[in-house]
């Protein structure tokens, strides 16, 4: 991708300047959202083991890199829209292809936990 291409998460700046930043672990996010936006970046660009390190602690043994792999890179996402952002919660809906190349939304209300200065996603609801 070219340096300027926008950012996956909608947000009409560079993904250089946004989320990529912190998925390269450059800075850290400063928000619940921001963190959100740049896990769905990060889905984006099939990165697993920012997905992992993202998800707190006491949630990984729900989920494997194998499988967030495989979720990341099945998909093609297309689009994500920010419902409502709390200070520790985000409801979104992303937009993707499936395998089968059929359009598909996935809405989801997601918690969050600041620790050590940074941001984690605890769990989601999904819509
Ligand atoms: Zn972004």
Sequence with gaps: MSNSALCFCGSAIP???CC????DGNQKPPTALALMKSRYSAYAVHN???????THISQRKFYSKED???WATANQW???????????????????LDENKQNQ?????????????SWFYIDGKFK
Aim: cysteine-free; charged content about 20%.
């Design 78 to 96: 297309q689009k994500l829209e920010i419902i409502l952002a709390t200070e520790n919660t985000v409801e979104f809906v992303a937009y993707f």
């Design 48 to 54: 697993a083991d920012y997905l992992w390190n993202t």
């Design 105 to 117: 939304i996935h809405h989801e209300y997601s918690t969050f936990k600041q620790e050590n200065g």
């Design 20 to 23: 990529q930043r912190y998925i």
């Design 68 to 70: 967030i792999l495989h």
């Design 15 to 17: 993904f250089k300047d």
